[in-house]
Every structure is written in C-alpha cells, then in structure tokens.
C-alpha cells in the first residue's frame, strides 16, 4: 500500500514533501526526504514500496495476469518474490516477465492452464538500508459456470396467492448479476407486488391472471468474462376459479418474526424485507431506539430494500420493517451487527534521523474483534532479528534511541484478525545534513491588502534546521501579532498592509551549518469597481450603455470580462466594449438579461452586475368582437398582445364611419390597460367598425384587425347646429349663421335646419325659413342695429331635433348721424393737454359705440408767423363711452387745432367744430454745434449755433470748463453765462499742453435744455516738442459719441481708477549720448521694457527693462538712420501684452562742420533750432489745422464722463471722480455729427486721415480734437486710417 509522508503538522509542504516532528521526548524528532530531485541526489534512502497490486486479485484467464510491485530508494531497490510462502524464482519461468526497473510480473498464461497461476503472492524490495514488503497478494481466476441441467415443472396456482420463483444461479468468481427476461430478451416488469430479490428469486405478493406466461427466465451475468448464462424457462398458470381473498400481510422473507445480519465497517449493509398479502402491502422501515441515518441511507426495489452506505459502529441495533395493507400490519426485526477488519487508527510512517537522536514508530489500528499487531523489520520477525539494544518494542510501539549511522532499517507493521489484516512499511533513516533552503531565492510574493500572505521557507537538514526570519536584513521577526512562523518555517501575515512590503530573510540553522534565502512581499491595492452598471430599461432598437469603472493598483495589469447570464457575451457586432463600459447597440429581444463585468488581475477580482430589460411597443389587440348590441351602444371585447415589458397603460377604441367618412379613424374611447372590454355609446344612421390600440410607457401599437361592421338605425337629430349668430351685414339686413352639423351628427337622411327670427321686444310670433345644406341665412329690410331673437333647430326624415336656445343678434350698423359738442381743452404744461367734450346721443350712434377720435395738429410755433410750419395731423383714439382724453407729447409754445368724431362698427360721424389752443414756454434743445477753433499755448476758441428748437424765448447760454491732466484727474470748474445772440468766445489764461473739456446748454425763462460737449487741446509748450520725432502709424480709436445728457461738475484732481489703457503719450527726443522716450504710464505690470528696431527691417526686436521709469535713453544708436520704438508692458501672471503706439526716431548723420558747432557753440546752434521749429510749429496749427493727424485722446474720453452728472460729495460739496468703467461706452453729453448719423467707435469730436486729399469727417467749422491715450484695437471699418501727433517735424514735411 502506500503511504503518503507527512509534514510535521500532518500537512503537505508546498514544493517538496513533508517533514514529520514526533515529540517522544526533548530530543524525539523525525526527518522526510523531500522530493525534490536536487536534494534527493545523494541522500541515501530504505526502500519504500509506491505501487502494488490489491490484495484479492481476480484475473480473466483470456488476458495476462499483471502483478504490480514498485519502489523507490537511494540505491535503487531490487525486487524478488514469493508464491504460497515460499520463494518464486521467476527467473526459471519462461511465461513470467519482470518489468524494467520495477517488481512487476507479468504472466503470460495463453497456452497455459491458468490455474496453475493461483495461489498467494508477496514482493520483497531491497537495498543496503532495509527491505520492504508488499501485503499479500491473492491471485485467483474468474469463473462463469454453466447452469446445471434441470426441468422445471409448470406452476399453476389459485389468483390472489404468493409466488415465489427460485433462480439459484452457479456460484462464480465473482458472484454475477441476476435479471429476469422473457423469450424476447424483454425485461419483466416489476413494481411492489412483483418484485426481486437480493438473492436473485422473483416474489410475487399476489398473482393476478395476466402473470400467465410460459417464460419466466432468469440470467447471470458475470462481469469479469462478460458472459451470460440463462436459467431453464419457468411456466406460471394462474387460475381463477377459486381466487384466494383478500388477507393481512405476511413475510415471505426473512421468515419468522426476527432475523439477524452481520455488516463490516466501512461496506454497505443491505437490508430486505418482502411480503406477501392481499391487497399488496406498503413497506415501511424503522430503526428501533435511534434514527436511520439520512444522509447514507437509500430505499430501493419499491422501499422493499434499505441500503446504508459506509456503515460505522453506531449503524448497529434492530431494524423493524413493517408491511401494511388494508386489512392490517406485519412487522420483522432485523437485529444487525457491526464487526470490523483491521482499520488505521496511526499507521507508521518514514522516520528520518541525525545521529544520536531518539524515534518512535506507531502503529495504531483499531478493529472488531482487536487486531494482533507483529512486528518485523526488513520483512523478518523482530524476535527472530539481530539483537539491536537500541530499539524497544512496547505493543503497537517501537522506540529507537541514540541511534548510530548505518543503522538504517525498513519496519513493517502487521495487524490482523478474522476479518483481515493490515501492513505497512515505514523506513528509519539515519542521516547527517547541513540545512539546505529549497524555496527558491529571491522569490515575489505578491498579495492585495487585508489578505493573508504566506512566506514560505521550505529546508530540509538532519537535524531539523531551525527557522529564523528577518525583516530588511534588520528586524528579526518573533510569533505574533501580526506575524506568524509555523513549524514549517512559512512566515504568515495575517492581514498584509502596504506597509508590510519589502524583503524578508529567512536563515535555516542546525549543528551542521547555516544557509540563508531571500524573498521579497509585495502588498497591492485591491480591484474595486467604482461605478457600477446600473439597471437599463432599454426600447427595442436603442442601445444600452453600461458603465463599469474601475479603481486597482497601478503596478496589476487589469483584465475587463463581460459576461451575459454567466456566459460569454454573444458574437455579435453590436456588442461593443470599451475601457470601462459595455454599449449594445441595436437593442434586441434576445438582449435581456444579466450582464456582469469582472475586473481581474493576477491577485484578485471584483464584479458588478446589473440586468437589461428591453421593451418595445406592444402588439396589437387580437380577436375583437361586439357582444350586446343595442341601438345606441354595444359591447366591444378583444385580447391584449404581448406587452414587451411595459405595461399597458390604457387602450385607446377608435371607429370608422364607413357611410359617412370612408378611411377616416376617429377616436371613441379609452380604457384602462386592466380591461379587455369596452362599453360603446352609439350614434344613429352610422356604419361603425372599430379597432384598438394598446398604449405602454413606449408608445402606441399598431391598429388591431377591424371589427365587423355594426350599422345603427336612423333617428331624429340629437343636437341642433352650434354657434348660432346674427350680424348685419349692411343697413336693413340680418344674417343668421351658424355651423352644419356633420353627416354623423345628423342621424339620418334629409338634414335641414329651421331658421326662426323676430325683433326683439317688439315681434309676438317668429318668423321662419326651412333651408338645407347651407350654414347662413339672410333676413331683409331690417330696422338699423335693433335687436333680433334667433334659433336654428336640426331637422331631419325622422324628425326634429331638441328645442333650440335663443340667441340675440343686431342687424345692420349706418354711420353715426350727429357730432360730439361742447369741446373744451385744458393745457397742464408745455407738453400735455387735456380734452372735454359732450357724449352724442345713443340713437344717433346707429350702432354698436367703439369710442371717439381726436384729431389734432399743431398749426406753427407762437414765435413763427402764421402759416410758417404746419405739421401733420395726429389722431386719438378713446375706446368706449368716454367724455375726455389727454394729449401728451405736445410741442411747447406752440399753436393746437383740433377736433372729435364719433365711431362705430361702420365707421366715423361728422366732425365737431374745430378747436385752437396754446402750449406754455419749455426749456430749449441742445445748441445745434459746440466747436474749438484756433486753438494756442494759453487760449482756445469756441463757436456754437442756437439750438434746433427754442420751445420758447431764448434767455442765453451756459459755458462750463474744467482741466484734465495726464493722470486721469479732474481740475475745478469753471462757469462763464452768455447772451441769445453770442455765440463765439475766446478762453485765455490756459495751461499749455493740457486738454480741457467744455459743457453748453441752452436757456429759457424755464430753464436750461440739455447739454452738448466738446474737448481740445492747447498747443503743446516747446520744452516738449522735439525737432526730429515723428508720430507712428499705430492704430487708434476716435472717441465714442455720447447722448446729450445734463451732467454734475467733478471735484478737483481727484484720483480716478485707470480702467482704459496703461499707456498714455509716448515722446521721443535725442541728445548727444542717443534717443531718449519717455512716457505716461497708468498700469500695475511688473516688467516694462523699451523696443526698438531699425526701420523696415526683419531682425527681431531690441529690448531693454526700464522698470519704475517713465522715460529711458537708447544708446549705441548708428547716425544717419531710422529706428521704430515702442514700449511694451508684460507680466507674467497676464497673458495680456500692453504696448504703445510704435514712434519713429531719426538719427541725424553728423557732418564734419558740425563738429566744430558742437564743440564751439552747439548749445546756441539747437536753441535756434527749437525756436524755428516752434514758429513752424503755429504756422501749421494755423493754416494747416484741417490735416492734423489724431490726438492721442480717445482712451481719456472713455475714462472720462461729463462732470454734471457726477454725484457730489456730502461733506465739501465737490465732485465725484471722473472715471468711466467701459472702454467702449460713449461721453454722455457728447452730441451725434450734424447729419444725424453715427458710425460704430466714432465721432465727429476726432480728426480723421491726416494729409492732402482726405475725405475724412471733420467738425462744422474744420476743426478736430485731438486724442490723449495709447494704442487701443481699431475698428475694421478704420483698417486703412493711420493717424499722426501734430509734432514740429511733421508740420516741417508736409512743406516738403
């Protein structure tokens, strides 16, 4: 037999065998060879049998007869064998072969008797270190005997009796398997009357005439030589002439009323009870004093049988099987018992040694009656053995002490009673071993956290090696929390934290030697499915998109698995799988299920799943039918579709009226989606067929089959014509109209309609007219707009329909006939009046009132002599029965006509005499123009024109001024008041080179009108203008126009927050070092830089930083050449790039006289140079003023808003800021140019192209303001502009 080897916790160590540690005393312990074959290589070892043949062994003499018989051993083993006890030489036997390396035998008995083959065979396994033996083996031949002759008589029995018909089969080896058949090798029928038993007989608990037959047979067959030997036939008669009655039950076997059985552990004890009686009893078992064991008990042959599998000593104790008919019961107790062959309780097992230590072998068996143990060693008795003072036997014991080296043995262990026996061979083998470490090295655990890991640390030594573990090459690792070494030597981590990642040593000691292995843990984060797919409820047709995110450790390759109802999804096309998502297109029926996605990796996996249900509109209604049908209703039925899912949510019942609308649907009802009827209401005279659609979540199905048509019969109409009307069309008519009724209202042939009519209050009888197929009827010579009572009734061949209400109408509507009168007008201020006038009568009105028009028109202005303007006329109308209206928005000072008519339907009465009346004085408009002229160094011009409307007698005008300087600040305000007729004044006292802004409003004796606003600049003063500097051809902005709006002064110099641009005028000059450019700056950046390139050339930009500056020398630059500079304004946190307008700088070539002006009177030389430009400089701004390019203006317009509607300070009474927060929002108060049109980012305040033959927009009298800010983006309608500062050295070229 074979024996596995154990490790010292009796469990199997990963990678080689096991080690078993038997604690007999302090110094017992035990050794297993692994079978690694590295290790194995030059270990000696006793022999140890692996393979053997079962102890009974039946053989089929057409085959050979193989004896197995293996081992394995350090040498390898040699084999012999004995037969019958004494030994077999199979080398002398030519038909026995022993197989290569192995004890096997091979017998070839072909041509042989093979009984001369029988007998009891044992294989002996043997080297230098012990012998080892094979259990007895028991070579018998199977057999299949034939059936002895024999005649069977016939049976004839009385129906209602038992029978039992015998089989007896020979005996053979082994026992065969019994079945009964007839003549046509059909198997008999059996059941619980006719049933067979374990011994082969066939019982019958009665016999019924149809068991008449002639051929009962019963066969054997036997397994081994797969033959089948057949019993004689058996002929049974059943008579029934005198049928036994019916009777209590009885025991055909086993007979009496008790019987005993004998089972061994561990085989399956069968138990049987059969009866006889009429009628055919029910069997039922029963264990006395215990339960049958339900786990290992089956009921067999119609519960005539009970079988009890892997039977064990409690299965012991009396079995009652009763037998229960009709006419009463029969019971039998089976008293069983349990005996047992020898079975292990500890078999032996392989010891390995080190010299001098101490060993037990074990050999505990347990069986009934008590199995004898014998010993033997190297397959002799130990008392017939050589004396060995080392080794102790004690029963089922042996103890080996102080073994020595070569005292290698192979032990057997016999034991044995009446039932059988048991042997097994256990080795001791002596050895002396440094530790060897057989994990291999270096090994990678990987395992997610909160998961145990398992270090192992597989050795083999003698003695056993001891287990020390380190952490890092520094921590050593003790028992407990949270580690644990087991006696194996595996390290194990309970619950792995990252934090338990990095290398572990494991070191393997004993007396022989140390050896150290390295292996190193990896701890991973789980797989977990973040979004999991959710529940779909998908149309059939759409597509279904689950989503499956996933979160795992990045260091794991993920695999994403979809699975369809636990299986792999369809081959389809339509699937599609994404990273983290599953999209099924085209959605089909065959679709719905559970879908499931796995995320694995190479340590763990998560899932998630959710279901698809797919719906879809559902089918059509079947199998409609009317049931109860009267005249005006029916019974409608039918059966629902499949609903695919959804619910029906109602049915929806239309019909056709195949008399009336052919074709056309129409419909009826709705229903429920429960109901499966419909109660109809009828209509007389149509031809119905209907139909139903089923509604779910979905949509509509498709029309159900119509009906069979149902005709109703005709009637009266039930309804008569709606919307009935009287109108006059015209004076002395009423037209009486209304709505037909439709072919299915009018509920049978012949539809007419009686029209009756009569004056209201006046009229007894009614008038009427019978008229078919029109919807109007006219009624004339009518009284004007006088009320009439009408009714339209239905009629048709079978009668009238209901009684008709009563309508009123109005005939015809003439014109009114008289004028309102006693016109009064009352004037509440320049702009509104107000008019009175007496109602006309009712009767005049000939008709429905709709109100009164006012025409009114103003003839000219009281200032104006008559017949000087006249405007057009203007109309009022007031709804209703009114006395009064209002005229707003009147001309002031102006001269009013007007008059009233009455209205109705049919249109306007005569007018009311005409009425005059006069509107008071109102403040003027704006002044028409505000311009400056002539502008110098400390004065500007202003002219202006009256305004447009004077709305009265003009008093004078009203001038205010204040400064604004480079920083955005606001100076005093200055008022100046002038009389009607002036309208020029010149300003002195100015500062030079400072902008200044100017408000005028007109005035009457009511006051100031709205203002208008111009800017300008002084000429610049001459210590900043500069000879050679030339403004550049950036482009720029004019600035917005404004409404005119009244606007509050602003307190002086107040700080006003830069909203517009960061730069304001860049100027150049030179000197004898190089170029110097200064500038205005307003912005925050953090880096400001000057730029300059020489002119028309591709090399990149120069740059130098002049942070905290406002104006910086460029040095190094080449006489005699022309360079582009600009200043640019970045900082890092905005991307914005800021830059002012690009200036040309021309440095002068230096001629040799020249340096002696320099060195003798250069100073003398530029002052007259400045004056002569200076004097250029006034003759241009004189005479050239209409070709000036852009002042650098237009950013401080936008930042600057007209001061009278600045908000003033509480406390001293001053202004607000001055500041605007729109770039492109326009001055209020500026005014529109003078032909009233104003094009997008400009204004007629700005000059436009500078230079002969521009057709740019300037002011009424020529002249231009001037810009005063940086660079600012151009409009695309300005792509072609280019604008230039008025300098010296511009004025000197336009002579050139």
């Known amino acids: 037999m074979i024996h596995p080897i154990m490790d010292r916790n009796r469990k199997w160590m990963p990678g080689f065998g096991a080690v078993l540690l038997i604690l007999l005393s302090h110094k017992t312990s035990a050794l297993e060879v692994p079978l690694d074959p590295k290790v194995l290589e030059g270990l000696p070892q006793p022999p140890t049998i692996t393979l053997q043949s079962p102890k009974d062994y039946i053989f089929d003499p057409r085959e050979n007869i193989v004896i197995h018989c293996e081992a394995k051993g350090k040498p390898h083993p040699s084999f012999s064998w004995t037969r019958n006890g004494t030994h077999f030489d199979v080398e002398k036997d030519s038909k026995v072969l022993v197989k290569p390396g192995s004890g096997t035998l091979v017998i070839d008995i072909s041509g042989e008797k093979a009984e001369a083959y029988e007998g009891t065979y044992q294989c002996t396994a043997h080297n230098e270190h012990g012998t080892a033996v094979s259990n007895n083996i028991v070579i018998r031949q199977s057999r299949s005997p034939l059936w002895s002759k024999e005649r069977n008589e016939p049976i004839v029995v009385q129906m209602g009796v038992s029978l039992v018909l015998q089989c007896r089969p020979p005996a053979g080896l082994p026992p065969p398997v019994i079945f009964w058949m007839d003549n046509n090798f059909q198997r008999l029928p059996l059941d619980k009357r006719v049933s067979q038993a374990l011994n ?561 209050d006046v009229d007894n009888e009614w008038s009427s007219e019978t008229v078919a197929n029109v919807s109007q009827f006219v009624v004339s010579g009518t009284p004007t707009y006088v009320p009439y009572e009408i009714k339209v009734q239905a009629v048709n061949y079978y009668g009238s329909g209901p009684e008709p209400e009563v309508v009123i109408g109005y005939s015809g509507e003439d014109l009114p006939l008289s004028a309102p009168e006693s016109v009064q007008v009352m004037v509440h201020n320049s702009t509104l009046a107000e008019v009175h006038w007496e109602p006309v009568s009712f009767p005049s009105v000939r008709g429905k009132l709709q109100g009164y028009k006012v025409y009114y028109h103003r003839e000219r202005g009281l200032h104006e002599t008559e017949g000087e303007t006249e405007q057009q006329e203007q109309v009022l109308t007031f709804s209703g029965n009114r006395s009064e209206g209002r005229l707003p928005g009147l001309q002031p000072y102006s001269l009013y006509n007007l008059s009233i008519r009455v209205l109705n339907s049919k249109g306007e009465g005569p007018p009311s005499p005409s009425k005059t009346f006069e509107t008071p004085e109102g403040v003027p408009g704006p002044p028409s123009f505000l311009n400056v002229i002539n502008p110098s160094l400390d004065s500007l011009t202003l002219e202006w024109g009256p305004p447009m409307n004077n709305n009265g007698r003009l008093a004078g005008y009203t001038l205010k001024y204040q400064p604004v300087n480079n920083t955005n600040e606001l100076g005093p305000v200055k008022v100046m008041t002038f009389l009607a007729n002036e309208t020029t004044t010149t300003l002195g006292n100015l500062n030079s080179s400072m902008l200044y802004k100017f408000y005028l409003s007109a005035k009457t004796i009511k006051g100031s009108g709205p203002i208008i606003t111009e800017e300008a600049l002084t000429v610049m003063d001459t210590a900043r203008t500069q000879p050679t500097v030339e403004t550049g051809k950036g482009p720029t902005e004019p600035p917005h126009p404004t409404s005119p709006t009244t606007q509050s002064p602003h307190p002086p110099f107040h700080k006003a927050p830069p909203v517009g641009p960061v730069f304001g005028k860049v100027n150049a000059s030179l000197s004898e070092d190089g170029a110097v450019i200064s500038w205005d700056y307003f912005g925050h950046h953090k880096n400001v830089y000057v730029e300059y390139i020489v002119e028309n050339s591709k090399e990149d930009w120069k740059k130098e930083l002049v942070n905290g500056s406002h104006s910086h020398m460029i040095k190094g630059l080449k006489p005699g050449t022309s360079y582009r500079v600009r200043v640019v304004a970045r900082d890092p946190a905005d991307l914005t790039v800021h830059s002012t307008d690009e200036v040309s700088v021309l440095v002068p070539a230096v001629p040799s006289r020249q340096v002696d002006i320099a060195t003798q009177g250069w100073f003398i030389g530029l002052m007259c140079a400045i004056a002569l430009l200076i004097l250029v400089l006034l003759i241009v701004c004189f005479i050239k003023r209409n070709k000036g390019g852009k002042y650098p203006v237009k950013e401080k317009e936008d930042a600057h808003q007209d001061p009278e509607i600045q908000p003033m300070k509480e406390d001293d009474g001053t202004f607000g800021e001055y500041s605007d927060t729109e770039d492109h929002k326009p001055l209020k108060g500026s005014r529109t140019p003078s032909n009233g049109t104003v094009r997008r980012d400009e204004s007629d305040d700005s000059l436009v192209d500078y230079g002969e033959g521009g057709d740019g927009q300037f002011n009424e009298d020529g002249s231009f303001i001037g810009q005063y800010s940086g660079k600012k983006e151009k409009d695309t309608h300005e792509g072609n502009e280019s604008s230039e500062a008025p300098s010296p050295v511009n004025a000197m070229n336009s002579f050139v």
């Open 200 to 760: 082969g007989d066939l019982y019958f608990s009665n016999v019924l005439p149809e068991d008449s037959r002639p051929d009962y047979i019963c066969y054997a067959r036997f397994p081994h030589t797969q033959t089948i030997q057949q019993k004689q036939p058996i002929s049974v008669t059943v008579l029934n002439k005198s049928p036994m009655g019916e009777r209590r039950p009885g025991f055909m076997t086993p007979l009496g009323i008790t019987s005993t059985q004998m089972v061994l552990r561990g085989e399956t004890l069968e138990l049987e009870c059969i009866a006889d009686g009429l009628p055919t009893p029910e069997m039922s078992w029963q264990k006395d004093g215990g339960e049958l064991p339900s786990s290992r008990m089956s009921f067999h042959n119609f519960k005539k049988t009970l079988k009890i599998s892997d039977v064990n000593e409690a299965d012991a104790g009396d079995y009652r099987c009763t037998a229960t008919n009709s006419l009463g019961t029969a019971h039998h107790i089976i008293k069983v018992t349990v005996k047992a062959a020898p079975f292990w309780v500890s078999a032996p097992r392989n010891l390995i040694l080190a010299p001098n230590e101490t060993g037990i072998l074990t050999c505990r068996v347990s069986g009934e009656p008590k199995p004898k143990i014998s010993w033997f060693v190297n397959g002799i008795p130990l008392e017939n053995a050589p004396v060995d003072h080392s080794r102790k036997v004690d029963g089922d014991t042996v103890i080996l002490s102080n073994v020595q080296s070569g005292s290698s043995a192979v032990y057997q262990c016999n034991a044995s009673n009446e039932f059988g026996y048991l042997m097994a061979n256990a080795f001791v083998n002596v050895l002396a071993e440094a530790p060897r470490v057989l994990t291999p090295p270096n090994r990678v655990y990987q395992v997610i956290t909160n998961n145990p890991a398992l270090l192992h640390c597989a050795s083999f030594g003698s003695p056993i090696p001891t287990i020390t573990w380190f952490k890092d090459s520094q921590t050593s690792i003790k028992n407990g929390d949270p580690f644990v070494i087991h006696e194996n030597g595996t390290l194990e981590i309970h619950v792995a934290q990252p934090l338990n990642s990095g290398k572990y040593t494991c070191i393997a000691t004993n007396n022989l030697g140390i050896k150290e292995n390295h292996v190193y843990l990896e701890v991973k984060e789980p797989t977990r499915i973040l979004k999991q797919p959710e529940y779909k409820v998908v149309q059939k047709g759409m597509s279904a998109v689950f989503e499956c995110k996933v979160k795992h450790d990045p260091s794991l390759v993920p695999t994403m698995t979809w699975l369809k109802d636990d299986g792999e999804l369809p081959d389809d096309e339509r699937f599609d799988v994404d990273t983290d998502s599953l999209t099924i297109k085209d959605v089909t029926d065959g679709d719905e299920g559970t879908y499931t996605c796995i995320m694995n990796t190479t340590l763990d996996q998560d899932s998630a799943s959710a279901m698809l249900t797919v719906v879809e509109k559902p089918d059509p209604p079947t199998d409609l039918e009317l049931t109860d049908q009267t005249e005006r209703s029916v019974q409608l039925t039918w059966i629902p579709g499949d609903e695919h899912n959804s619910p029906t949510q109602k049915f929806l019942i239309q019909y056709e009226d195949l008399l009336h609308q052919p074709g056309v649907w129409i419909n009826l009802t709705e229903v429920a989606g429960t109901s499966t009827t419909a109660q109809l209401n009828l209509s007389p005279h149509v031809y119905y067929s209907f139909r139903v659609l089923a509604v779910n979540h979905v949509g509509y199905s498709q029309p159900s089959q119509p009906s069979s048509q149902y005709r109703t019969n005709p009637a009266a109409p039930d309804e008569n014509p709606s919307d009935v009307q009287g109108v006059g069309a015209e004076p002395g008519n009423l037209v009486i109209s209304w709505t037909p009724l439709t072919g299915f209202q009018s509920n049978g042939p012949n539809l007419e309609y009686k029209v009756q009519w009569r004056q209201k």
